[in-house]
């Protein structure tokens, strides 16, 4: 039987970049927390399996119409009160926060939400500045203390395990002391009948790769096409058996940045109208950033080759999004203009999809056959129109051709992601 599909919903308000803030009908206005609200509503009829809510630990730009930076998890506590059934993924950066406080913060939100928590743990890329002096620590120093984090979370959240409600089993100190952390424990918050919150991860260079494999339930990928997907996914399922896990413990779910209307040239158009702020001198200045590369004033129809590259061990912001530019132009030799409207110059390097109900119905039923994800988390794009169209007649035709559920069978995160009862 073919699996089907994890989808999740980003709660981030996408649609409102570039002109595409200009439309009345797509802002958010008013409550945060209401907004919010009404779409987990939509995302729970459609019955998605979570939604979710990247974060950054600083004001974030690119993002119009008074986008408010609202703590995830503390918003996610009041969706879970008004909602049944859709799991609830937070994002917590593993860089600047004490594991004892996430741990008890996430436990917390399992017990409020029954069962529906799960945890997206970042390294971030930036905002040190809000947390001291010290600029922003190394890719590799970040990523082992994020390995170190995980395992003391987990290490809490087992010391007081479900059982010791009634007795049938201890709780226990955990008495940790570790290069970033010294944590005495047990956790004051004992684990929920539901088992332990999914942990998602992002981050894809060699060493974020590897972290995934070791620990994540889910990866919320960046691939810009389903050649990237299926290295990516090939990859984390051979790294999984490495660390002794099986080839189908991490789900792959790219982001998909869809721009959807009822016809191709109408979303196009949308498509164009959220880029269309970006004028030339800023992706030229993207890419430097991205990537490292300088493309000066060499004109659009100029080829980028793979020798005009830096570096492979250049600094950069983030290895995914520069080795996913990188191999791009290795590939093919593209022109300036090319590389200029790559979804990795003018946008966070998704999965861009652009057309009708059925044009992108059709895209991910290909990168599934093809093996490029388990899923896939629905960033929208252009307008909350193209979400609606999603959720009401995408998902549900999805659902038709036996590729998505067409309705909850458990009332928890991990029910949906179909995870074992592994503890
Ligand atoms: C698809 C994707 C989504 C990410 N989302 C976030 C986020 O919401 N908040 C954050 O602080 N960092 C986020 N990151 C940054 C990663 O956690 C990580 O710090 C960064 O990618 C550097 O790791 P790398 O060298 O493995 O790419 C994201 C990265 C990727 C690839």
């Given at each position: 039987?073919?699996?089907?599909?994890?989808?999740?919903?980003?709660?981030?308000?996408?649609?409102?970049?570039?002109?595409?803030?200009?439309?009345?009908?797509?802002?958010?206005?008013?409550?945060?927390?209401?907004?919010?609200?009404?779409?987990?509503?939509?995302?729970e009829?459609a019955?998605?399996?979570?939604?979710?809510?990247?974060?950054?630990?600083r004001?974030?730009?690119?993002?119009?119409?008074?986008?408010?930076?609202?703590?995830?998890?503390?918003?996610?506590?009041?969706?879970?009160?008004?909602?049944?059934n859709?799991?609830?993924?937070?994002?917590?950066?593993?860089?600047?926060?004490?594991p004892?406080?996430?741990?008890?913060?996430?436990?917390?939100?399992?017990?409020?939400?029954?069962?529906?928590?799960?945890?997206?743990i970042?390294?971030?890329?930036?905002?040190?500045e809000?947390?001291?002096?010290?600029?922003?620590?190394?890719?590799?120093?970040?990523?082992?203390?994020?390995?170190?984090?995980?395992?003391?979370?987990?290490?809490?959240?087992?010391?007081?395990?479900?059982?010791?409600?009634?007795?049938?089993?201890?709780?226990?100190?955990?008495?940790?002391?570790?290069?970033?952390?010294?944590?005495?424990?047990?956790?004051?918050?004992?684990?929920?009948?539901?088992?332990?919150?999914?942990?998602?991860?992002?981050?894809?260079s060699?060493?974020?790769?590897?972290?995934?494999a070791?620990?994540?339930?889910?990866?919320?990928?960046?691939?810009?096409?389903?050649?990237?997907?299926?290295?990516?996914?090939?990859?984390?399922?051979?790294?999984?058996?490495?660390?002794?896990?099986?080839?189908?413990?991490?789900?792959?779910?790219?982001?998909?940045y869809?721009?959807?209307?009822?016809?191709?040239e109408?979303?196009?158009?949308?498509?164009?109208r959220?880029?269309?702020?970006?004028?030339?001198?800023?992706?030229?200045k993207s890419v430097?950033?991205?990537?490292?590369?300088?493309?000066g004033d060499?004109?659009?129809?100029?080829?980028?080759?793979?020798?005009?590259?830096?570096?492979?061990?250049?600094?950069?912001?983030?290895?995914?999004?520069?080795?996913?530019?990188?191999?791009?132009?290795?590939?093919?030799?593209?022109?300036?203009?090319?590389?200029?409207?790559?979804p990795?110059?003018?946008?966070?390097?998704?999965?861009?999809s652009?057309?009708?109900?059925?044009?992108?119905?059709?895209?991910?039923?290909?990168?599934?056959?093809?093996?490029?994800?388990d899923?896939?988390?629905?960033?929208p794009?252009?307008?909350?129109?193209?979400?609606?169209?999603?959720?009401?007649?995408?998902?549900?035709?999805?659902?038709q051709?036996?590729?998505?559920?067409?309705?909850?069978?458990?009332?928890t995160?991990?029910?949906?992601?179909?995870?074992?009862?592994?503890?």
């Open positions: 039987m073919t699996r089907q599909l994890h989808i999740g919903l980003s709660l981030t308000p996408t649609w409102l970049k570039g002109k595409a803030a200009d439309d009345p009908d797509s802002r958010p206005g008013g409550d945060p927390v209401e907004f919010n609200l009404a779409l987990t509503r939509m995302a009829r019955k998605l399996d979570f939604v979710f809510k990247p974060d950054y630990l004001m974030y730009p690119g993002i119009g119409g008074g986008h408010v930076g609202l703590d995830p998890t503390l918003l996610m506590t009041a969706l879970a009160r008004a909602t049944q859709i799991g609830l993924v937070t994002t917590v950066s593993t860089s600047f926060n004490p004892f406080v996430v741990a008890r913060q996430i436990q917390s939100l399992h017990w409020i939400s029954k069962g529906r928590a799960g945890l997206n970042v390294t971030s890329i930036e905002g040190a809000n947390f001291g002096d010290a600029p922003m620590p190394p890719p590799e120093t970040r990523y082992r203390k994020a390995a170190e984090f995980t395992q003391v979370m987990r290490r809490l959240w087992q010391s007081y395990p479900h059982a010791a409600l009634t007795g049938a089993a201890p709780s226990a100190a955990i008495d940790h002391h570790g290069e970033f952390f010294s944590v005495a424990g047990p956790l004051n918050v004992p684990g929920h009948a539901a088992g332990p919150p999914p942990l998602f991860q992002a981050g894809a060699d060493i974020g790769r590897d972290f995934s070791s620990i994540a339930d889910a990866t919320f990928a960046a691939t810009p096409d389903r050649e990237a997907g299926i290295e990516l996914r090939n990859d984390l399922r051979c790294r999984a058996e490495g660390h002794g896990r099986g080839a189908d413990s991490v789900r792959v779910l790219p982001g998909l869809f721009f959807l209307t009822g016809t191709r109408e979303a196009w158009d949308l498509h164009a959220a880029h269309a702020h970006l004028t030339p001198e800023q992706r030229r430097k950033s991205v990537l490292g590369l300088d493309l060499l004109p659009p129809e100029a080829r980028v080759t793979a020798e005009m590259l830096p570096p492979p061990d250049t600094p950069v912001r983030s290895r995914t999004h520069a080795d996913l530019l990188r191999r791009f132009i290795e590939a093919n030799r593209p022109t300036v203009a090319e590389v200029l409207a790559r990795e110059v003018v946008g966070s390097a998704h999965w861009v652009v057309g009708t109900v059925d044009d992108v119905l059709a895209e991910i039923v290909d990168w599934h056959e093809a093996g490029a994800l899923g896939f988390i629905a960033i794009g252009g307008s909350l129109r193209s979400l609606q169209l999603f959720l009401e007649e995408l998902v549900p035709a999805l659902a051709r036996g590729l998505f559920r067409s309705d909850y069978e458990g009332a995160l991990r029910a949906h992601l179909r995870l074992g009862d592994e503890r």
